[in-house]
Structure formats: C-alpha cells, structure tokens
C-alpha cells in the first residue's frame, strides 16, 4: 500500500508491473492512468500544488477507507505535482483484490476522490493566461455517488 507525490515523470507501464509482481493470491488488479489534455488542441500546461505531507496523509486515509471497504489486498496511487503538458501522466491508481468487481469499484472510487476532493490546487497555462481549476459539476456527482 503505497501513496506518493512526485514531480518527475513516470512510466504507468512499469508502475503497473512492479506492482503486479508478488500478487499471485489476488482475481484482479485494476489500474488506471490519467493523462494531461490540451483543452481543444489548444498548448496548455496544468500545475498542481500540493501541501506536503497533508496531501498524502488525505490521499493514504482515503485509500484506506478504499481498502477496507472493498476488502483490497493493496493499493497504488502516483500523483504527479508541478507542471506537466499534455500527453504525459499525471495519475496513477492500481487497485488488487481478491474479485474484479472490488477492484474496479476501489480504482473508481479513488479516482473520484482525486479528481474532486483531494487536496490540490490545480492551475492550467494557456495561451489566454493562466486560471485556476475548480471540480466540474459531473466531478462531484461523480464522487457523491460513492456516498
């Protein structure tokens, strides 16, 4: 079980690959990456800022909430921070357990609760300038159906 933010790139192939190995008791891992979009082929960068060490404490409680409501054997998220362009990684969530359903639900989850609840600020640059990035209204019913 494992949560980490980092600012380096990283390959969602070899993520998934470490993590797989050793599992041979669990019916499914679930993995799910997320990559960074140019709004409209238009040359964006998203920053994220995170505040040290709360940020994975949020992250690692949720993911524990995860493992015990969907009986995970474990769990992988990477979060990249700073700036990234489009195209590259920017999430990495992997999810082992016994059944696919429970994996699939967990990753799903856990997604849900990046995307709209964890504690990031979230900037996109583009040609018009820079803004910030708020959940969108399909984020949040996203996540509140997990409730």
Known sequence: MSVR???EAFDPGALLGEFSAGHAKVGGIVSFTGLVRADQGEGTV????AYPGF????????????KARWSLADYLVVHRVGQITPGEAVVFV???AAHRREAFEAADHL???LKSR???WKKEHGPGGAKWIE???R?????ARWE
Do not use: H, K, N, V
Request: glycine share 2%; net charge negative; proline share 6%.
């Open 5 to 7: 933010l980092q600012a």
């Open 139 to 143: 984020d949040l019913s996203d996540a």
């Open 94 to 96: 992997a999810t082992a």
């Open 55 to 66: 940020t994975e404490g949020e992250i690692a409680r949720m993911a524990e909430a995860a």
């Open 46 to 49: 998203l920053e994220l800022e």
């Open 118 to 120: 964890a504690p990031f």
């Open 111 to 113: 997604m849900d609760y």
């Open 135 to 137: 959940p969108t209204d």
